[in-house]
């Protein structure tokens, strides 16, 4: 693989099932992202790494959880769907120190 | 009120036009400055970053204004290729990027 890869690419959920979208990168980036993007609000920082083993709250984390356990995975996982996170994901990462930061591809997550 | 605020469009603008958008940002103490690119249902790209003195890519300048607190984006001589959302981002640190709601640029034959 090259860059960063998520899966699934979509996903359609019913609310109160868990669920856990997947970030790959393998450009040995030590910071990791997980964004929202809501139609008028742009993206949303929900929780990011700097580094493997350490996680931080983003702007609008409620709900979500997280996990690095190793460079190249940053997990995001909903414990129990809401309607209202329905969305599309971003995963990202970037070098430490700089500031550009590289996408994933997206997955779009429907709570019905 | 955002912290980061700009225009959402769309602006529909004829092949060779000149378009500008501005941004501005609330947070005094944001240290960076960034135009992502975003075409439609793909993920967001750096399209430039921002500096006082000016930032030229080909038909592309970037501008910021810090006592202002806004930035701007002049697009000349617009191709169809450059129709995509513009996404305005600002950074107060490394793990505090915020970004603007975008603004939505059509460019029409």
């Known amino acids: 693989i090259a860059g960063i890869t998520q899966a699934p690419t979509s996903q359609i959920l019913a609310a109160g099932r868990r669920m856990t979208l997947r970030c790959t990168q393998d450009?040995?980036?030590?910071?990791m992202y997980w964004y929202r993007q809501d139609l008028g609000l742009g993206l949303r920082l929900i929780h990011y790494?700097?580094?493997?083993?350490?996680?931080g709250k983003g702007e609008v984390p409620d709900g979500y959880s997280v996990s690095r356990a190793n460079t190249d995975d940053f997990p995001l996982t909903l414990a129990s769907a809401v309607p209202s996170q329905t969305s599309v994901y971003f995963c990202a990462s970037s070098s430490q120190g700089a500031n550009e930061q590289f996408f994933g591809p997206g997955t779009r997550l429907t709570v019905l | 009120r955002k912290e980061v605020e700009q225009d959402p469009g769309p602006f529909n603008v004829p092949e060779g036009a000149t378009v500008a958008f501005n941004c501005t940002y609330s947070n005094s103490a944001s240290q960076s400055f960034f135009w992502y690119r975003q075409d439609c249902r793909k993920e967001p790209k750096l399209l430039m970053s921002?500096?006082?003195s000016g930032n030229e890519d080909g038909r592309i300048t970037a501008q910021l204004n810090s006592a202002s607190q806004y930035i701007s984006l002049l697009i000349r001589d617009s191709k169809l290729s450059d129709s995509a959302t513009y996404l305005c981002?600002?950074?107060?640190?490394?793990?505090?990027?915020?970004f603007g709601a975008g603004t939505r640029l059509t460019v029409k034959p």
């Open positions: 981002v600002v950074n107060t640190n490394n793990n505090d990027m915020r």
């Open positions: 921002v500096y006082s």
């Open positions: 450009m040995r980036h030590n910071a």
């Open positions: 790494s700097n580094t493997a083993g350490t996680t």
